[in-house]
């Protein structure tokens, strides 16, 4: 480990929690931007000669992913990750045989590319010839993988018992929308009533342990209260709220009005978060920012002009990939 990198308390919490209770199937559920990624690198890192380790795979929740989750490994522990995915001139990925002697620990691929094609076999196949039973595996954002579709059928298929040695799942909210189980057979749920369970962690690092910490910035959530109307083909519904939706169709169809770019909602909430911005402003606060985050990148182009014609405030907009028309975009009013 570079002499330039610091642990967190946590993370060697976390650590040592890991190595005292060293399961096939670990739960670190630890919330964004405590720095997982360092946590679950550490403990490969730290055990891989103890346990004999060969390989290091890890799956993570988007393409673009891949090269920064690498680029972390060789950066804060000098572990080598293939992040290229299928290679043309070979027409598939490499298998460890021939990355090992290369200088890597494992590779990096994608929920995605696990589901591509026959990759999930291919890799089974893989990882079974010289490296069975060798393998560290890290399923980051495991929430992604519902056992009853294809990002959780292709891990069950990719990494069977047979295959990992042990597997660390991280995710900083291990539950679904949909309400599905998270990979069901490895992680741990308990029923709190009829038809519905939760997912425990091995570990947890809550929000509220990183703001004591002071590894994020205080913090507050604010409601927004109203009525307001949302059209479903030719009917249209007036006078709803988020608590009066009776069904899940209802409610997805009162946040999509809620956060339509060109709504009222919309509307009031960015000339109160502008409000409030100047007011923390004069108190001292310069860096005061408001941060929006919306679905895609044609809503950030529509929302930065929203938030020009109603505050003359210009905001930068970030995106993860200018390519992909259906990225999750952020962007900042600064």
Known sequence: MPSCFLLRDWQERFVRAYQTNLKKNFLLEAC????????????FDSLKSVLDWRFLVVVVPAEHLMRQYAQDAFNLFNINLFYSGTVKSL????????LLPQGYHGLVVSYQWLTSLKNANSLFNDLSRSVAGKVFLVLDEV?????????????????????????????????????????GNWLTYV????????????????LADALSDQIIPPFSFVTMEGEFAYRRGIAVYNGRTFLNASDEQQLTDALNTAIHV?????????????????RDRAKGLPECATYVR????LAARQMKERILHLTSENALVVVSRDDESDSNTNFQCL
């Open 32 to 43: 964004t931007s405590a720095g997982k990624t360092a946590g679950a690198l550490h403990a």
């Open 262 to 278: 060109e709504g009222d909602w919309v509307k009031e909430a960015i000339l109160w978060a502008h409000k409030r911005m100047q």
């Open 294 to 297: 919306v679905p895609t990148i």
């Open 191 to 206: 029923q709190l009533e009829q038809n519905t369970y939760q997912c425990i962690p091995d570990f947890r690092y809550t």
């Open 143 to 183: 929430h992604h993988a519902s056992c009853d579709l294809a990002f959780g059928r292709a891990c069950e298929t990719a990494f069977p018992d047979t295959i990992i040695s042990h597997r660390l799942m991280t995710s900083g909210t291990p539950f679904r929308s949909d309400n599905k189980r998270i990979l």
């Open 91 to 98: 027409g598939r990925l490499p298998t460890p045989e021939e």
